[in-house]
C-alpha cells in the first residue's frame, strides 16, 4: 500500500520533517518514492510547503495519508479541493470556495496566538496577578495600621462621655445629702423642748417636798432638847 507520511530529519531537538510517498512496509527512514512537501513545527508559525499537483495525484490513485499528513492536506485546501472536482463543480466555482474558505482560515489564523505570543501573554499575566497580589499586601497592612489609632479616639470619646455623667451621679448625691442633714435639724428643735420642759415642770412640785420634810423634823428635835434637862 502507497502511503504518504513523515519523514524526520534536522538534529535532536531540532526536528524538521519531510512529506513523503513511500510503501508502508518500508521503515520512517527508509527508501522513499516521492517527496511532495516540508513541514516545520518548530517554527512559530509552522510552516507548511506541499506540492499540490503531486498530492492530488498520488491521492486519486489510492495512496493513504496518515492522520498527520491528511489534517495539513485540509489546512492547505487540497482536501476540499479534491472534493469539489468530485461533485463535478467548474474551475471558476472551484476557485471562488477555495478564495472563501481561505479567506476564512486567515482570520482564524490572525486570531490564534503563536507560541511566543503565548507565552508572552503568560508572563504578563502573571506579573500583573502578582503586583495584584503586592497591592492587596500592602492595603491590607496600612488598613491594620490604621485601625488601633482610629480604635483609641473612639475609646477616648466614650471615656469622655461616661465622665460626665459620673459626675452627674455625684453631684446628684451632694445635692441629696444637705436634704438627708436638715430632717435631723428639724426634728431636733421639737423633741429638745419636750425634754426641758418635763424636767421644769417636775423640779418645783419635788423641791417643796424636800424643804418640808426638814422643817417639819427640826421643831421635833428641839422639844427632845428641851425636856432632856429638866428630867
Known sequence: MIKLRLQRKGRKKRPYYHIVVADSRSPRDGRIIEQIGRYDNVSENKHVLIDESRAMHWLSVGAQPTD????????EGILLKMHLQRWGKTDEEIEAALAEWKQGRDER???VMTRKEQLAKILEDEEKAFKDKLVKK????????????????????????????????VVEATA????????PAEEAP?????????????????????EDAPAEEAPAEEESKKDAPEA
Open 68 to 75: 498527520k499528513v491528511r489534517n495539513l492536506l485540509k489546512g
Open 109 to 111: 489564523m490572525a486570531q
Open 138 to 169: 500592602a492595603k491590607e497592612a496600612k488598613e491594620a495600621a490604621e485601625a488601633p489609632k482610629e480604635e483609641a479616639p473612639a475609646e477616648a470619646e466614650a471615656a469622655a462621655e461616661d465622665a460626665p455623667a459620673e459626675e452627674g451621679a
Open 176 to 183: 441629696e445629702e444637705p436634704k438627708a442633714e436638715d430632717a
Open 190 to 210: 421639737a423633741e429638745e423642748p419636750k425634754a426641758e420642759d418635763a424636767p421644769a415642770e417636775e423640779a418645783p412640785a419635788e423641791e417643796p417636798k424636800a
